[in-house]
């Protein structure tokens, strides 16, 4: 009698979990200030309900998840259970792998937590923008965990590339990419291969890959997505690019009427392949 009566109280309180929306913030999934998320429960979820992982811009090296905290609201008022994390800057002594490190403890944090109220703890869609989108696929293709999809928007892809060095050194950002790669830029010739090993581009999987790019962003050329997308189809990669006309590095997500249809891609890429 008292076992029964203590899972009819079990099952009362999970399903009062699922019912009430839930912000968990601030929680830490690491000893670092940086090393932080916010875990968006939606008002109705169970095991199958997919869990995105969010990661913030700001070139690796400022910004946090209040960047992207309307994005991660916009997704868990859809129904998906969003992370979206902080991770440290990249520095003289903090690099790609850091960043990455950071990421699946993150990952791991959100997994964990999937047992106290009763999510999946077993797969992950990844999701980003701008440098966030550039470690969503980095991530994303080079971890051994299960991951569904990824979503980049806006993302670098591609920094061993001529064009993208070139552009890079003009918009001042090629000092902050050698710390995130550890390694410099040659004037001329091949670069260093650790270039290469931090451009989505050459580490491609077969993870099903959304890119959301505007076709008139002046911080991170359209090209990258559109190098990535031709390298993913080559391969025979599910993969599709949204092309935001006339849009800048926000990738139309400051329009409410581009904001939608970027939202609307994302949800159906999650749904399809989860």
């Known amino acids: 009698m008292k076992s029964a009566f203590l899972s009819i109280l079990t099952f009362i309180t999970f399903t009062a979990n699922c019912l009430a929306q839930k912000d968990l913030i601030n929680l830490a999934y ?60 990249v520095s003289e002594s903090l690099h790609s792998k850091d960043l990455l490190q950071d990421v699946d403890s993150a990952v791991a944090y959100v997994q964990k937590e999937g047992n106290k109220y009763g999510y999946d703890t077993k797969q992950v869609h990844m999701a980003g923008i701008s440098a966030g989108g550039h ?21 670098p892809t591609e920094l061993d590339e001529v064009e993208m060095i070139d552009h890079l050194k003009k918009v001042k950002l090629d000092a902050v990419v050698e ?7 040659k004037p001329e010739g091949m670069q260093d291969e650790k270039f290469t090993l931090v451009s989505p581009c050459h580490r491609i999987t077969r993870i099903p890959t959304l890119l959301i790019h505007g076709d008139n962003d002046h911080l991170v050329p359209y090209q990258q997505s559109v190098s990535l997308y031709m390298f993913l189809q080559e391969r025979n990669v599910r993969s599709k690019l949204l092309t935001m006309k006339g849009k ?9 009427i581009t904001e939608q249809q970027a939202l609307n891609a994302v949800t159906e890429w999650v749904k399809t392949h989860n």
């Open 30 to 89: 690491g000893d670092h200030a940086q090393q932080t998320l916010d875990l968006f429960l939606p008002k109705n979820f169970d095991e199958k309900t997919p869990v995105i992982i969010m990661i913030h811009g700001g070139a690796w090296m400022m910004g946090g998840k209040e960047y992207t905290d309307k994005t991660s609201k916009d997704l868990r008022d859809r129904g998906f259970i969003v992370a979206n994390i902080d991770y440290r800057y």
């Open 135 to 155: 470690l969503s696929l980095l991530y994303g293709y080079t971890t051994k965990r299960i991951v569904r999809s990824i979503n980049a928007i806006c993302p």
């Open 179 to 185: 710390l995130l790669a550890d390694a410099k830029y």
């Open 248 to 256: 800048d590095h926000d990738a139309g997500m400051n329009d409410p």
